[in-house]
T-cell receptor, first 113, second 114 residues
Framework: AQSVTQLGSHVSVSEGALVLLRCNYSSSVPPYLFWYVQYPNQGLQLLLKYTSAATLVKGINGFEAEFKKSETSFHLTKPSAHMSDAAEYFCAVRDQAGTALIFGKGTTLSVSS | DAGVTQSPTHLIKTRGQHVTLRCSPISGHKSVSWYQQVLGQGPQFIFQYYEKEERGRGNFPDRFSARQFPNYSSELNVNALLLGDSALYLC?????????????FGEGSWLTVV
């Protein structure tokens, strides 16, 4: 069965610092992987997705993620954090039937000035 | 173009009552899914409907039901509400049912059960 594990429930960085949010997946088939962001009291917004094309995926707001099959990882990065990046981030994998997204527990990103 | 729209945005119900949540997908999207997000957790899949047929069901009790209408809008119904049903209920839509398609989420309906 598919699953994702997000390492670190809370990550704190300074403005301008590198952002690294970790996600490891488990999948019996080639996975479709997604990163979503959730701002307070809002729904989920797609940052980027991996669908077996390029292993380095670029998303919105300067975020990118690299699919590493050997490490079963899909970590999210951004070279320079901005205050507006403070939010909850969720990694997700499409289930084997293709009907549902299976989400991790989320990582809260805090950005300090 | 309008995104996924949900109503109501907030509601308070009493234990044992029934609730109906509504969702309109993005124009042209035929697949609608429902997720429950309890505070501090990731969303949990409840149902997926495609072309008015149930295509997937998560691990939720029979008190939860849904349907999709000819215009592809959807309703989520929860009977005999429990305190533990308090959560953000998210509706999502996507184009024809392919695993790599992007799933777009609405702003959600906040349900508080007292």
């Amino acid at each position: 069965a598919q699953s994702v594990t997000q390492l670190g429930s809370h990550v704190s960085v300074s403005e301008g610092a590198l952002v690294l949010l970790r996600c490891n997946y488990s999948s019996s088939v080639p996975p479709y992987l997604f990163w979503y962001v959730q701002y307070p009291n809002q729904g989920l917004q797609l940052l980027l997705k991996y669908t077996s094309a390029a292993t380095l995926v670029k998303g919105i707001n300067g975020f990118e993620a690299e699919f590493k099959k050997s490490e079963t990882s899909f970590h999210l990065t951004k070279p320079s954090a901005h205050m507006s990046d403070a939010a909850e981030y969720f990694c997700a994998v499409r289930d084997q039937a293709g009907t549902a997204l299976i989400f991790g527990k989320g990582t809260t990103l805090s950005v300090s000035s | 173009d309008a995104g996924v729209t949900q109503s109501p945005t907030h509601l308070i119900k009493t234990r044992g009552q029934h609730v109906t949540l509504r969702c309109s997908p993005i124009s042209g999207h035929k697949s609608v899914s429902w997720y429950q997000q309890v505070l501090g957790q990731g969303p949990q899949f409840i149902f997926q409907y495609y072309e008015k047929e149930e295509r997937g069901r998560g691990n939720f009790p029979d008190r939860f039901s849904a349907r999709q209408f000819p215009n592809y809008s959807s309703e989520l119904n929860v009977n005999a509400l429990l305190l533990g049903d308090s959560a953000l209920y998210l509706c999502a839509s996507s184009l024809p049912d392919r695993a790599g398609n992007t799933i777009y989420f609405g702003e959600g309906s906040w349900l508080t059960v007292v």
